[in-house]
Each structure stands twice: as structure tokens, then as C-alpha cells.
């Protein structure tokens, strides 16, 4: 299982192979038709005592093609120049390794660092070029968020991958209320398909992916706020008992189960307020009163956005 929010960045990949062909089409990357995606060892150090690791390496199979071609995966933090040497000798040394195509992935969790990724890489002087490195990336702005609960339920993994990537982005919490619907549907729909199905839609333990998202969201307001949903959703969920108190599951069942609308604004109020608690964000009658009088949904999922950063309660209503 995954240790750290770097590693299930590219561990997901490791779990589910068959997403790379369900993923990268949504970023407009053509992945081919195959046969098979196998993990490959991620080590790549020489004889000499310098040692280079690759997060995350597969061959993928293709009908047609001899030997297929090699995928490296990396999951990137943060701009660093000094992975540009690491990637260009990850590719040259696949290559002379394995004598097959190789390209790379990088993956990301925000918009800066997905659009350095995406940069050409260009070994050379200003007289000459000697090599250019084209990777592919995966990340916010790259893929489109997945905010609603059937697409979500549609494909678990795709989804998953939508939560982790967009972990530090501000709409996380609608991306995580429609992943835990998707969960929840996809509970209800699990019985009634066969296992050829299940093996095409990459399907896993539903539980399973909700440890990956915790453990992938690291730690923060986010993280808190998943175990919330998988405490309503799934009731024995890992953690579910140590920080999600009566009063909170009481509340988020009524919102998730009353169709009008003042019951989901209900739910949602809840919500805020018990975050603001969970973060040991004080909070004054006049905001608490506020926020339980508040029927736009609109409006206090905005409030539910901001209830995951701000440093006192007042901030939820920014300049309104």
C-alpha cells in the first residue's frame, strides 16, 4: 500500500495499470491500442556507485508492435531543475536497457508545476541540439476535475486520480463530495456486474481507493474532510471513529438524504462548522448563526471551499 502523497501520485498507476489508457486520452494524449501493461523494475543504477530511481516504470504491450514500449512515471512536487538531468538519463538509460521506446509521464498536484513539467527539455549549446525530451504530463489544468457523482462512480480510478491532483486546489471539496457519491453508487452497482466487467473498468475495493485518497491527500483540512465523507459513506473506513463525532454524521446523513434543497443547505452548514471546529478555528455565535441560516447552496459551498484555509471563521464570508 501507498506510504506518502508523492507515492500515490505515481502508485495508482502501479494498483490500476489499466489507467493510463482511461487517463491520458482526457488530457488529449493518444495512448494505443495494447495488449498488456506490466511494471518493470524501477531501479536504474549502473556498476558504479551513483544510484538513480525511477518513481514508477511499465512496459506496455502492443498488438502489432515488437516489445511494445517503456512508460516512466514520476510524480513532481515542484519545479526543480535538476530533475531535467534525471529525466533525460532515465530515457537514454530505459532505452539502451530495455532496446524499446521510451516516454515519460510526469505528474503533478498543481497548475505551476504541470506547466514547467510540460517544457521541452534541450541538451545542448546554443551551436547545436544533442537531444530534446518531450514529456508527457498529467495534472490541474492539464485534466478537467471530476465534480459529479456519476461520472465519478463511472470510474473510480480516473476519479481518484482527479482528487489527487487537484489536492491543493480550492474546488477540492466538490470533487471529493462527488468522488464519495461515486464510492457510494458504485457499491450499490458492484453486485450486479461480472467479473469481465469489473477487470475492464479496472474496478478495486472501493475501500482501497479511499485509502488511497487519504493517504494521498496528506496531511490538512482536506484529508479531515475526506474522512468525514468516508465516515457518512463508508462506516468502517480506517480513522472513521477518531475524529468525526455523533453530531457531525447526524448532520451529513440528513443533507445526503433529503432531496430539498433546505436539507442539503442543512448538510452543508454542518458541514463548514464542524470543519472550523476539526481545524481549532473559533467561532463567534453571529458566524455560527449565519452560516445556519444560510439557504444558497451556491453561497455556502463557497463557504465550505474557504472553511478548509482560513485562519478565522470571519474569512468565511471574504468581502461580502
Partial sequence: MVSSP????????RTDPG??????????IVFPEHTAIEPL??????IRPLERRVDSVFRVRVAGEEGGFVLAVESQGKPDPDKHRSWTYYLAHLYAKYRLPPFLLVVCKDKATASWAAEP??????????????PLVLGPGVLPAITEADEAARDLGVAV???????RDPGLTAILDALASGV???????????????????DMDRVDWAEIVEIGLGEGPGRDYWRHLMATYTPNFPGSNTIVEESWLEG???GQSEGKAEGKAEGKAEDILHILEVRGIEVSDSVRERVADCTDLDVLGTWLDRSLSVTHA????GEE
Fill in 41 to 46: 523494475d524501477t531501479d536504474l543504477t549502473e
Fill in 121 to 134: 527539455i534541450r541538451v545542448g549549446r546554443g551551436f547545436h541540439t544533442s537531444m530534446v525530451v518531450f
Fill in 184 to 202: 457510494a453508487d458504485d457499491a450499490e452497482r458492484s453486485g450486479s456486474r461480472d467479473s469481465a466487467e469489473a477487470e475492464e473498468a479496472g
Fill in 19 to 28: 489507467l493510463f489508457a482511461r487517463l491520458l486520452p482526457r488530457a488529449g
Fill in 252 to 254: 451529513r446523513a440528513k
Fill in 6 to 13: 508523492h507515492e500515490a501520485l505515481h502508485r495508482i498507476f
Fill in 314 to 317: 470571519e474569512e468565511l464570508f
Fill in 161 to 167: 486520480f482527479s482528487a489527487l491532483a487537484y489536492a
